[in-house]
């Protein structure tokens, strides 16, 4: 685990160019108020993302893989 915090906008593209999922920092944002994000801290007024939380809110919202559209049923 790095210790290095990144402001929303490094998360958000943190997890479009790195994890190849795109996020807007105003849907993190979003998510900070209404549930359902990545787990974050406060720094004074700002919102700081650990990559590792970053990687496993990201794996928890994939599905598992699939072959058909049949299979999500």
Do not use: C
């Amino acid at each position: 685990m790095t210790d290095t915090y990144l402001d929303r906008r490094q998360a958000a593209e943190y997890l479009t160019r790195e994890r190849g999922l795109r996020v807007s920092w105003t849907t993190l944002q979003k998510w900070a108020t209404t549930g359902g994000g990545p787990r974050y801290r406060r720094f004074g007024l700002r919102a700081v993302y650990l990559t590792d939380d970053l990687d496993a809110w990201a794996e928890a919202k994939l599905s598992a893989p699939r072959h058909s559209t049949s299979e999500a049923a």
